[in-house]
């Protein structure tokens, strides 16, 4: 169990070591691809709904008043950040709009780790990240139409499908099992981490060594673009946190859940929907650079009280 603890926290390293690979010799990864991508975010969107019961949906109701900002806070803060970084940074149409879909995603499971790490309300942020996935079928492709559509056919409805496939039916499935199949949801949750640290970094690096020649073009402007991104929602979010809610776990938790996407979806949704592969990039690039910033938020927020 240790050992499984330890493999999960060393994910941000795990990716940027991954990626490196990938960027210098991308058959090393390129492998995992097609349908590999989209089962593995099924497998991790699987594993959280196994997390959840009755018990967190009643959570989300009695405990709305901590719950409902930082969702409100996902879908208004994050969107408009990646729409603006966009036309800042003057990016190329499919970056662009890869920038803004990935802004558009839920809160990841990624964040559920870092915030266990930062010693912030683990409850809460699986609380919020399962709310906000919930809502990604509807805000996701509603978004990514409305903020990219001015630059791109954006398949809404494509979208939709895309999401209600690889998140909905997953996590309707994983409550199904936690409820009907205790004992064999009990079993298999403690490796669920790990198996989902592991898909997620075979994801990213697919994606980066598919691109490697995009994205040494791109270089440093589009990386700093999604440095950004995830910098100003961390900040955002816990500055609102902190305002709105006046809690300092809270807050904590808040700006983990606004910073860090679920850029697995992301890729996913991009590959599927749009006819460019370079739409992908920004969402895997998003993975590694949210993982990172959240591993040195937690360092911080651990040697304070």
């Known amino acids: ?39 593995g975010l099924g497998i991790i969107m699987l594993s959280m709904g196994m997390t959840l019961g009755v018990d967190d949906f009643r959570r989300i109701a009695e405990h709305r008043r901590l719950v409902v900002p930082g969702v409100v806070l996902q879908y208004t803060v994050m969107p408009m950040l990646g729409w603006s970084l966009g036309y800042l940074f003057d990016l190329p149409t499919e970056f662009a709009v890869g920038l803004v879909l990935v802004s558009s995603c839920p809160g990841g499971t990624a964040s559920n780790v870092i915030s266990f790490l930062a010693k912030a309300d683990v409850a809460l942020s699986v609380t919020m990240t399962a709310l906000s996935t919930l809502l990604a079928v509807a805000m996701t492709p509603t978004l ?18 895309s999401t209600v496939q690889v998140v909905i039916l997953p996590v309707i499935l994983g409550v199904s099992l936690n409820r009907y199949a205790p004992k064999f949801t009990r ?7 790990l198996v989902a640290v592991i898909t997620i970094t075979l994801i990213v690096a697919s994606i980066i060594g598919a691109g490697k020649q995009q994205v040494i073009n ?19 979010g816990y500055a609102a946190g902190r305002l709105i809610l006046g809690q300092e776990r809270a807050a904590r938790t808040v700006s983990i859940e606004v910073g ?13 929907n749009f006819a460019s592969p370079l739409v992908a ?25």
């Open 218 to 236: 791109a270089g440093l402007t589009l990386l700093f673009a999604v440095f950004t991104l995830h910098v100003g929602g961390f900040v955002l």
């Open 144 to 161: 990514t139409a409305l903020l990219a559509g001015s630059r791109v056919e954006v398949p809404a409805a494509g979208l939709l499908l």
């Open 281 to 305: 990039i920004p969402c895997a690039i998003s993975a590694v650079i949210h993982s990172l910033i959240g591993s040195l938020a937690a360092a911080v927020w651990r040697r304070k009280p």
């Open 1 to 39: 169990m240790q050992a499984l603890a330890c493999l999960t926290a060393a994910f941000p390293a795990g990716v940027l070591i991954a990626s490196a690979i990938a960027l210098y010799h991308p058959p090393s990864f390129t492998w995992f691809s097609g349908p590999f991508i989209t089962v």
């Open 260 to 272: 860090m996407q679920n850029s697995g979806l992301g890729v996913v949704l991009a590959r599927q």
């Open 187 to 193: 079993a298999v949750l403690p490796a669920a981490p």
